[in-house]
Each structure stands twice: as structure tokens, then as C-alpha cells.
């Protein structure tokens, strides 16, 4: 520690007997924020980072921020299985984290410590913060890898990015999620009906006719006794009531059986062919022919005429 803070001229005092350590600037100190720097490593001590990784602090490109997860979640074993979340199965979400960020991260009790650039720090609390609401940083950590995919192409540097992002819906909504989500649903097809030239569903409600108000309610049902009061049943025996179901039951599918065959008759009836007219046919249908054309030619005649006698 002193070995590591000496370069920058700072010295450090260890105590053992209150359990604290402190940093303060001497003569040689030249930069005004390293006091700054130093308390920092000395946050990341406490926290559990190693001395080696804790001294990368001092560097003027490697910011850090302690992240309190304590106070977000009230029930203890579901605190713990979010916690556990961050860092994954062996590791693998935490060091996926690490690479896409190029932060280090470390979890410790109630806190995640995070050492990097800035840009990596804020995506890092986002992940962190959103994993503690109940947000698995699969999600997060598909959105950075989408993102660095297109940092790479240049075209896309002064364009919007939103079109490629996935979109993650919640399954459970809240009453008003809902209505929101409802609202807009209306809206997109009431456009896609104003589009198509169609009245909006709104008007289309309007003009239904209102059914007239009644204040009195509908009539009360009868009850099954009833009916069967009405019908009889009620005072057959048990097996004059079996008997009764048997023969409506046979009834039944005797009907079934009824149109099964009808259906599959009609499978070997014959169709309907076009039968050769006779000599006798034939003469007929052209002498109404030529008649009918002898018809409409004296009428065309008259028709004529008329306009020629109009005219004159």
C-alpha cells in the first residue's frame, strides 16, 4: 500500500488498535484529486477487493462505484437468490458482466463493488439495480452484446439504435399497465380503420341501437325440480326413469345412424349427364328460334317507321 501511494505522495496510517486506516497528502503531494483516489481504494479494501486490483484505483482512467443492494429487498432468502443471480451458475453472468463492461465486480454482502471506465459503471448499476427488481440480466447483458455489435459499424454511429434492441414485455401488469397496454391497442386499429376508410369503433358503438332501460330484473328462472314438476319426471320411479333415458338415448342415435347413411347414399348416387336432344327437339327449339327473330324484327320496323313519320 505504502510502496503504491508513495509515487503519488500520499502517505497512509494504519491503526490497528480502532481498526481504521487513513490517507493524507505531504509535501511532494502534486495532484489535488489523488486524495480523492486514495480514499477510494481505501472503500474497496473494506470491501472485500484484493490489494492488487484495489491499487488500479490510483490510474486515471479507472473510476469505481459501491452499489447498495441491502435496503432494495426486505425478505432475506429472496435477496440472497437475487444476489446470486448477479454472479450466476460458476460465475458465468458475473464474468459475461465483466467482458462487456470491462469493469471488475466484485459481490459482497450488501454491496457490489465496481472498478472501470464511467460508461462501464453506469451499465453496470443499471444491471445490478434492475437484477434486485426482479429483472434477470440475461436481458441487459443481450442488449450490451447487441449494442457492441454495432458500435463496430460506423453508419450506424449517428443513427438511432431502438429499432435493433430487443423489447422485453412483463407478463404480470398492473391495472393500469393494462389499461394503458388496452388504450393503445384501440388507438393502433381505430388508425388502421380511419386508414382502410372505415368508421372507428367508437362509432361504430354509437350506432347500435340502445336496448330500453328496465328498472325491474329479468324473471326468475325455473329450477330444475321444477321442469321436471311440469314435465312429470319428478314422480317417476328410478327405473322408469332409466328406461325413460334408454329410449331418448335410442332415439337418438337412430337419428345418428339415419343421416350417416343418407350421407354416405349420396357417395353412390349417379350424376346428372346431359341427355342428346331427339330430331322432334331439335326442329322445335329452331322453329321458336326463327320465330322469335321474326318477332323482334317487325318490332325494330314499327319503331322505324314511327320516327320517320315524328320526323316528317
Same mark, same amino acid.
Given at each position: ?6 509515487? @503519488? ?7 490497528l ?12 503531494t502534486?495532484?489535488? #484529486?489523488i486524495i480523492?483516489?486514495a480514499?477510494?481504494?481505501?472503500? !474497496? ?8 486490483q484495489?491499487v488500479?484505483?490510483?490510474?486515471d ?6 452499489i447498495?443492494?441491502?435496503?432494495i ?12 443471480r ?17 469493469? #471488475? ?10 472498478m472501470g ?10 444491471i ?7 429483472? @434477470? ?9 447487441i449494442k ?6 460506423p453508419?450506424l ?13 412483463? +407478463? ?9 397496454r ?6 393502433? +386499429? ?5 386508414a ?5 369503433l ?9 336496448k330500453?332501460?328496465?328498472p325491474f ?12 314438476? /311440469? ?5 317417476? %320411479?328410478? @327405473? ?6 334408454a ?6 342415435? /337412430?337419428?345418428?345412424?339415419a343421416?350417416?347413411?343418407? %350421407? ?23 322453329h321458336?328460334?326463327v320465330?322469335?327473330?321474326?318477332? !323482334? ?7 322505324? +317507321?314511327k320516327?320517320a313519320?315524328?320526323s316528317?
Amino acid at each position: 500500500m505504502t510502496q503504491s501511494l508513495d509515487p @503519488h505522495g500520499i502517505a497512509c496510517t494504519l491503526d490497528l488498535i480502532h481498526g481504521s486506516m487513513s490517507v493524507r497528502t505531504t509535501r511532494k503531494t502534486y495532484d489535488p #484529486y489523488i486524495i480523492l483516489k486514495a480514499r477510494d481504494m481505501i472503500k !474497496l479494501l473494506a470491501r472485500g477487493v484484493a490489494v492488487g486490483q484495489a491499487v488500479k484505483i490510483l490510474n486515471d482512467d479507472v473510476a469505481c462505484d459501491i452499489i447498495k443492494i441491502g435496503n432494495i429487498v426486505r425478505n432475506k432468502e429472496r435477496f440472497v437468490k437475487r444476489r446470486q443471480r448477479i454472479i450466476g451458475p460458476d460465475g458465468s453472468t458475473l464474468k459475461a458482466i465483466e467482458l462487456l463492461t470491462q469493469c #471488475y465486480v466484485l459481490v459482497q454482502g450488501n454491496t457490489v463493488s465496481v472498478m472501470g471506465p464511467f460508461k462501464g459503471l453506469k451499465e453496470v448499476r443499471r444491471i445490478v439495480l434492475d437484477c434486485m427488481k426482479n429483472i @434477470h440480466p440475461i436481458y441487459r447483458i443481450k442488449e450490451l452484446m447487441i449494442k457492441r455489435e454495432l458500435a463496430k459499424d460506423p453508419q450506424l454511429a449517428a443513427e438511432s439504435w431502438d429499432r435493433f434492441l430487443p423489447k422485453f414485455r412483463k +407478463k404480470h401488469l398492473k391495472t393500469s399497465e393494462k389499461t394503458a397496454r388496452k388504450n393503445e391497442r384501440i388507438q393502433e +386499429k381505430n388508425e388502421a380503420r380511419k386508414a382502410a376508410g372505415l368508421p372507428s369503433l367508437e362509432e361504430v358503438k354509437e350506432k347500435k341501437e340502445k336496448k330500453v332501460y328496465t328498472p325491474f330484473p329479468p324473471p326468475q328462472q325455473p329450477r330444475k325440480v321444477d321442469l321436471q314438476l /311440469e314435465s312429470g319426471e319428478y314422480f317417476l %320411479k328410478a @327405473h322408469e326413469k332409466e328406461a325413460r333415458e334408454a329410449k331418448k338415448r335410442k332415439e337418438k342415435q /337412430e337419428e345418428v345412424t339415419a343421416e350417416r347413411r343418407a %350421407k354416405r347414399a349420396e357417395a353412390f348416387v349417379a350424376p346428372e349427364e346431359d341427355v342428346a336432344l331427339t330430331v322432334e327437339e331439335k326442329r322445335k327449339r329452331k322453329h321458336s328460334k326463327v320465330e322469335e327473330d321474326a318477332n !323482334l324484327g317487325d318490332s325494330t320496323k314499327k319503331k322505324k +317507321k314511327k320516327k320517320a313519320d315524328s320526323s316528317t
